[in-house]
């Protein structure tokens, strides 16, 4: 195949986690192009939009390698305890929790250390302008967007032709372009989705009361309703990002409330630990299921990120996921290049699904099952679940190994 010019990786998608991977290959100097359908300075927000991802300690050594992390144009704010509670809207939770703090791990750990904390909350804009300035900052990555795309993929490479413009010769190409990708249904992969009839409802508060770096995880029975520390932003000193599952009719009705309603019915599942709150930027809702790619491969083709999987919120690991392929995929294809392989060789793309599908399948089944645990107000369900919590946060071997899991010890 031949094109107008020529590069070792196509990626179609910009997102996060398009646009790491682009940075990752770019900052080792493999020659890279990279197509989405939006221009990207239009995906920047310089006001605060109320959106935030939790990054893991795994997660952010990807962030490092591709060259973002110390290019975020606003202070992370640590994660450096999290508290799981049990209860019903409106009611104190369960005297029986599991609480998880970060120094138990690592003694006395600095926060910004890459393994002094559970996480980090990294604000959707910051990030977004960090990828935007380093993709076109790189001279080994071209940027095409916005560009309408058409890929041609065969044995002996691919051809991705932009509408209107030139056509690009590569060796793999890497679909990125979320849960819907038209790459994916180009190559007759078939998926399996689980509908949980929830809404997650995502924005952001100011408060009160200083988090001092914890996290609420708080089940209740139309879903959880996490509370994550953010750092100070222009907006307001204490902030924190909130993630609210709810049964899709009830998050409509949420939704369709003013904000000081809405700011109430908020109020009255987070509690009043943090004093009084108010609403920071916009409110977002989706609908939440979980999929998961029979196959993350084909012919000169890589699945990443939701293009391959996604799972329920309930723990935060989405994005975490996402990285965690652009860690391994990325790896293999430098050290397929300085070795001068085929970057799109089908024994790399084996080895890549290998490793990448059972642990995310295993997050899927961990999330589901965590969800229809806590998503129900069974009183005998109760029971257990709390008689769990408590017995985690009594069992110190147990609740250690929760912790690692927690911080990304085991994400690397």
């Not at 640590?78 to 809207?89: F, K, N, Q």
């Not at 041609?152 to 890497?174: D, I």
């Not at 005998?380 to 147990?398: E, N, S, T, W, Y």
Request: charge should be neutral.
């Amino acid at each position: 195949m031949s094109g107008s010019r020529s590069v070792e990786v196509c990626i179609v998608g910009a997102g996060p986690v398009g646009g790491t991977l682009a940075c990752r290959l770019g900052e080792a100097g493999i020659a890279t192009a990279i197509f989405d359908r939006a221009a990207l300075p239009a995906m920047e927000h310089p006001d605060f939009d109320g959106r935030a991802y939790a990054i893991a300690a795994g997660p952010r050594r990807v962030l490092e390698a591709a060259g973002l992390w110390e290019r975020l144009d606003r202070r992370p704010g640590p994660i450096l305890d999290i508290r799981v509670t049990d209860g019903r809207p409106g009611e104190a939770a369960s005297h029986r929790f599991l609480h998880f703090d970060s120094r138990e791990v690592a003694g006395d750990p600095d926060p910004n250390a890459p393994d002094g904390a559970f996480g980090w909350m990294v604000e959707a804009r910051s990030l977004r302008v960090a990828i935007n300035a380093r993709l076109h900052a790189l001279p080994a990555v071209a940027v095409f967007a916005p560009a309408a795309v058409r890929v041609e993929r065969g044995a002996e490479g691919a051809l991705v032709e932009v509408a209107g413009g030139p056509a690009v010769a590569c060796r793999l190409v890497v679909a990125a372009e979320g849960r819907e990708s038209p790459l994916r249904r180009q190559a007759g992969i078939a998926v399996t989705r689980l509908p949980y009839g929830q809404s997650g409802m995502v924005f952001a508060i100011a408060h009160a009361v200083p988090h001092h770096g914890t996290a609420l995880e708080h089940f209740l029975p139309g879903g959880p309703f996490a509370q994550l520390p953010m750092a100070p932003n222009e907006a307001a000193e204490n902030v924190s990002a909130i993630v609210w599952a709810e049964r899709t009719a009830l998050a409509a009705r949420m939704m369709a409330l003013d904000e000081a309603a809405f700011t109430r019915e908020a109020a009255r599942r987070l509690g009043g630990h943090l004093g009084a709150i108010r609403l920071l930027g916009r409110r977002w809702c989706y609908p939440l299921s979980a999929m998961i790619a029979h196959r993350y491969t084909d012919t000169r083709l890589a699945l990443a990120g939701d293009a391959a999987h996604g799972v329920h919120p309930i723990a935060g690991q989405g994005l975490n996921l996402g990285f965690r392929d652009v860690s391994l995929l990325g790896d293999l294809v430098i050290g397929a290049v300085v070795r001068g392989e085929d970057p799109g060789d089908a024994d790399l793309l084996r080895r890549y699904q290998a490793e990448r599908r059972p642990d995310n399948m295993l997050m899927l089944a961990a999330t589901d099952a965590l969800d229809r645990l806590f998503s129900n107000d069974l009183a005998c369900v109760r029971l257990v679940r709390d008689l769990g919590l408590a017995a985690v946060h009594r069992i110190p071997p147990l609740k250690r190994l929760f912790m690692r899991q927690a911080m990304g010890a085991l994400m690397a």
